[in-house]
């Protein structure tokens, strides 16, 4: 087991090492003169070749590479070009608040899902499987912008049971408070997910319901829902568990379009205002991040998964 951890750090590293690399160029490629669009067209050459040596923008790729690299595992993420105050400072309290909402939206995601999956196959071929399915399947079609808009105009305005920003007013700052603005965005996003989740779940269970340990549970005596949530679910669950550990990095680094539409300073609004503004200091920070939460949740996925299939631990010390 030790063994198998050990091979997917170093995978992870390797990734993570490539996803600098490919961060780095890109952001080094894009078209633009920061110094022209910092100082204006107006600034003399002098001033455009001063401002390029205070920022290191004068010395080579692989120089600038490895001062940023090198910054970032000692904790500096450098400067921010548009804001003039540490990366830090920005990606922190945005980084918080698109963990909220992901906690939140995981929280409302994860148990609904899996239990539309589980009535699904439980009731299979029926019509609430059919509906469970096909309804699924088609919310996830439609972008979560949209469901957020629709959301926004029947809940938020027609009926107004729920705020229509999603950041709560400084003035009352509690919990309660701050679940309650962020359930709308929440539901937004178990529109897009619940039918991908729950479609895993239901494949799940169906190929455990058909298994011989379900017919030996069953022949003992047990009634077939104490044989699903006794022996079922937790063989069913494994490939769930998986495709929720690599959803949480796209809840925590935020949806631009959900944090945009619903006015929330998350992570993804940072990631849009670096965008429009060029910043590109805070951007390939920004972006190397979200790659560094994506390798690390998809590696606490793999060793979930091992963890709980036996069959992948026997592998393991083979």
């Not at 951007?283 to 979200?290: D, K, N, P, R």
């Amino acid at each position: 087991m030790l063994r198998f951890i050990a091979k997917r750090i170093g995978l992870s590293l390797v990734t993570l090492f490539i996803v600098s690399m490919i961060v780095f160029i890109m952001m080094s490629i894009m078209p633009g003169d920061l110094a022209k669009q910092t100082l204006g067209r107006d600034a003399t050459p002098e001033a455009y070749e001063i401002w390029n040596k205070e920022k290191g923008l004068d010395k080579p790729l692989v120089v600038q590479y490895c001062v940023w690299i090198g910054g970032v595992m000692t904790g500096d993420l450098g400067m921010s070009f548009q804001y003039e105050q540490p990366v830090s400072e920005i990606l922190g309290p945005a980084a918080s608040k698109s963990a909220q909402l992901a906690i939140v939206a995981l929280i409302l995601i994860a148990p609904i899902s899996i239990l539309g999956g589980v009535i699904a196959a439980m009731n299979r071929g029926k019509r609430i499987d059919r509906v469970l399915t096909v309804g699924g399947l088609s919310a996830a079609v439609i972008p979560e912008f949209v469901w957020s808009v629709v959301l926004i105009l029947v809940f938020g305005v027609a009926i107004r049971v729920f705020p229509v920003s999603a950041f709560p007013d400084e003035e009352n700052p509690n919990i309660i408070n701050s679940i309650y603005h962020l359930l709308l965005p929440s539901i937004a996003l178990l529109f897009v997910l619940f039918g991908y989740i729950s479609r895993i779940t239901r494949a799940g269970v169906i190929e455990a319901l058909d298994s011989d340990y379900m017919r030996t549970a069953v022949l003992k005596g047990l009634s077939r829902k104490t044989a699903v949530f006794r022996h079922v679910l937790r063989n069913a669950l494994l490939p769930t568990i998986a495709v929720i550990a690599t959803q949480v990095p796209y809840l925590a680094g935020g949806l631009i379009a959900i944090e945009r539409v619903f006015n929330y300073p998350g992570f993804g609004n940072i990631l849009m205002d670096a965008v429009v503004a060029r910043d590109f200091s805070l951007l390939q920070t920004a972006v190397f991040l979200v790659g560094l939460v994506i390798i690390c949740f998809q590696l606490i996925a793999d060793v979930l998964f091992a963890v709980l299939n036996p069959r992948i631990r026997q592998r393991v010390t083979e």
